[in-house]
């Protein structure tokens, strides 16, 4: 089955707000909806206490219902080459392995780290475990599958060996228990996400009661001397997996329910490019616009806290999202309304939850947070499936790094940034960007630009990086 370009579209939009994100400068001149909502200007001080999401806050949510909107996709086609539950263990034990240690070298070797040496042997350093990551995940085309095995796990013991010397060479210290908690999120979720779609891959009520029972154990949690706090306090190995990791689960399942819809859609040839007469172009432009309306009323009403304002103009837009849905045409359409049916259950649910936990949260996440981001992940995906399959509209430099995430996450700080420092340009960079605000957060849109420009030849050449 072939790749489902919005859905790359939408985990791209994660990617590249992960990346601008992480690397723009921290100005208090900037806005506070620039940063995350719990880590507020001028102090950028966690404040567990303060309400509402910002775009900071989308990408991990948007990252999570990608994985889940994909699993359907993947899982069928290997359950209509045979696959059973032995084999699908097999391949999600594998992938949490890898990404699993993936999250523990990237904790332990980022070139922040090497700041007590040259930067010279820092930026040589971190090129060098850039291209032991290339081994561990690359998949070329044209090689043998038995030789790509061979040298991915070369790669991935060569890693090993070179993160354990970070500390008698550099006098790093080198721990388990330091890692990249997206990424060891990822891994548990990936995980548990699997088993949990394929065992109720033919029941939605099944999956929805599942959705329920972690978005409920996540608030009785919060009971003290609950058994609900006992057992989100669980963890075999806390470096590896803790049980609260699960609460993810909102989101990842939440996806999988409209890629069950995306792949039926697909199997069933009800999802393909077709032409739109001028007068459905308009209701169709009319759909995008009015989500990309509700997305940003969301962001805004949320954000300052004017909820009952946010809810009224919410409730206007989707009302009026549905009556033209009601009038596109098409094989496609019936397909539409169902993802936006979806989407808006969810974000009912989302509303609904807003004023428990003390309002919407990324971090301590809330359950408002979970459904709410589910929904504007779904919107988004429908207004990218609209502008793919109708305006044949394509963001392909962009969906490259929705269809190479991993390689997409790393090039920015372990191959980018080394080159920059070998080139002598880093330094200039970060002093002329340091001298506004906005130049600051110009920073992070220069390096997402850069990790686009990086990822989409490789991906064009078929080079993927997978786990």
């Known amino acids: 089955m072939k790749r489902v370009a919005a859905i790359d579209l939408l985990r791209a939009l994660a990617i590249v707000g992960m990346v601008a994100s992480g690397s723009m400068l921290w100005d208090a001149g900037l806005p506070a909806a620039m940063f995350h909502a719990q880590l507020p200007p001028p102090t950028f001080q966690f404040n567990p206490e303060v309400p509402g999401i910002t775009w900071v806050d989308l990408v991990f949510p948007f990252f999570l219902f990608s994985m889940g909107a994909s699993m359907p996709l993947a899982l069928r086609r290997r359950e209509a080459q045979g696959a059973g539950w032995g084999a699908v263990c097999k391949s999600a034990v594998h992938r949490f392995v890898w990404l699993a240690a993936f999250a523990i070298i990237l904790g332990n070797t980022g070139m922040y780290l090497l700041k007590g040496s040259a930067s010279w042997v820092a930026a040589l350093t971190t090129l060098g475990v850039w291209l032991l990551f290339f081994a561990m995940f690359i998949r070329f085309p044209n090689m043998e599958r038995g030789k790509n095995t061979i040298l991915n796990w070369a790669g991935f013991i060569l890693l090993i060996g070179v993160t354990m010397l970070y500390k008698p060479l550099f006098g790093v210290g080198v721990s388990l228990s330091v890692n990249n908690i997206i990424i060891l999120i990822l891994a548990n979720v990936a995980l548990f996400g699997t088993l949990l779609w394929w065992a109720t891959r033919n029941s939605l009520t099944a999956r929805i009661v599942v959705i329920a029972a972690f978005a409920v154990l996540k608030l ?108 596109v045409k098409g094989n496609d359409s019936a397909t539409y309304r169902e993802i936006y049916a979806a989407a808006v259950a969810m974000l009912l649910i989302g509303l609904i ?115």
């Not at 459905?280 to 990309?292: D, E, F, M, T, Y």
């Open 220 to 327: 009785a949690s919060g009971v003290e001397g609950s058994w609900c706090e006992w057992l989100w306090q669980q963890t075999p190995a806390a470096w590896l997996f803790r049980f609260e990791f699960l609460k993810y689960l909102c989101i990842v399942l939440s996806g999988s329910i409209i890629g069950d819809i995306i792949q039926r859609a697909t199997a069933t040839e009800q999802l393909s490019a077709e032409g739109s007469d001028k007068p459905q172009k308009w209701v169709l432009a009319g759909i995008v616009i009015a989500i990309v309306a509700t997305i940003v009323v969301l962001m805004w009403g949320l954000f300052v806290r004017e909820v009952g304002i946010c809810v009224i103009l919410t409730a206007v837009l989707v009302a009026a999202t549905w009556i033209l849905l009601k009038r």
């Open 353 to 467: 939850a807003e004023p428990m936990e003390g309002g919407i949260k990324k971090d301590p996440a809330t359950i408002g947070y979970f459904f709410t981001t589910s929904a504007m992940a779904a919107m988004v995906l429908l207004a990218a499936l609209i502008l793919e399959l109708r305006f044949n509209t394509r963001f392909k430099a962009l969906e490259a790094c929705g269809a190479n995430p991993m390689f997409a996450y790393v090039a920015a700080g372990y191959l980018i940034t080394p080159l920059l420092t070998l080139l002598g340009l880093i330094k200039p960079l970060d002093a002329f960007c340091a001298e506004a605000p906005w130049l600051g957060f110009a920073r992070g849109v220069l390096f997402a630009l850069l990790v686009i420009a990086v990822t989409y030849p490789l991906t064009r050449k078929n080079y993927y990086w997978k786990s």
